[in-house]
Antibody, heavy 120, light 112 residues
Framework: QVTLRESGPALVKPTQTLTLTCTFS??????????VSWVRQPPGKALEWLAL???????YYVTSLKTRLTISKDTSKNQVVLTMSNMDPVDTATYYC????????????WGQGTLVTVSS | DIVMAQSPDSLAVSLGERATINCKSS????????????LAWYQQRPGQPPKLLIY???TRESGVPDRFSGSGSGTDFTLTISSLQAEDVAVYYC????????FGPGTKVDIK
């Protein structure tokens, strides 16, 4: 059974760096074809894909946020970490992690999401 | 980057009636070497994460009711709910994966 769970702070201050962790089970990121992405959703707004890391440690980022994002993995812990620097109130959103299989980047399993509010 | 558009923004349909949602990509998502459209559809019910409904534009995910169907090719795609049920009230998103992923703005479906 595949599960993903996001964790991290519920509140961050402007200019701070956000660190989120996705802990998953039911698959391994060392398996050929496995990938994990981060997707966010501001309240009442649409989904926005942020970053992806694959089994081979290749990393991809949304162009508009590339300079602020870093994605990494710890295969032994079944975790993927996303950091986003210089947080702003417009970054307030629910952040999801999601799995893709193979180089076809549609998302078959999602976590429940974690709401991050950026406020002083 | 490929930009996705959806129409309408929202629609209200009577129970048992058909709902049709359109999705348009700013460039073709049809990969000529395998003749596949790199387009997926998701359903997001209130307070829930998105759920994969359809991929490759028309392949239903396991467990998805057959009242959901996807069609289209190139830049123009459609999600059809053939007979709307109460549990189908949700926001529906299209997503391309021809290049780095991007989602449409969503279409909200309600009961009339």
């Amino acid at each position: 059974q595949v599960t993903l769970r996001e964790s991290g702070p519920a509140l961050v201050k402007p200019t701070q760096t956000l660190t989120l962790t996705c802990t998953f089970s039911g698959f391994s990121l060392s398996t050929n074809g496995m990938c994990v992405s981060w997707v966010r959703q501001p309240p009442g707004k649409a989904l926005e894909w942020l970053a992806l890391i694959d089994w081979d440690d290749d990393k991809y980022y949304v162009t508009s946020l590339k300079t602020r994002l870093t994605i990494s993995k710890d295969t032994s812990k079944n975790q993927v970490v996303l950091t986003m620097s210089n947080m702003d109130p417009v970054d307030t959103a629910t952040y999801y992690c999601a799995r893709t299989v193979g180089a076809d980047y549609f998302f078959d399993y999602w976590g429940q999401g974690t709401l991050v509010t950026v406020s002083s | 980057d490929i930009v996705m558009a959806q129409s309408p923004d929202s629609l209200a349909v009577s129970l048992g009636e058909r709902a049709t949602i359109n999705c348009k990509s700013s460039q073709s998502v049809l990969y000529s070497s395998n003749n596949k459209n790199y387009l997926a559809w998701y359903q997001q019910r209130p307070g829930q994460p998105p759920k994969l409904l359809i991929y490759w534009a028309s392949t239903r995910e396991s467990g998805v009711p057959d009242r959901f169907s996807g069609s289209g090719s190139g830049t123009d795609f459609t999600l059809t709910i053939s007979s709307l049920q109460a549990e189908d009230v949700a926001v529906y998103y299209c997503q391309q994966y021809y290049s780095t992923p991007s989602f449409g703005p969503g279409t909200k479906v309600d009961i009339k």
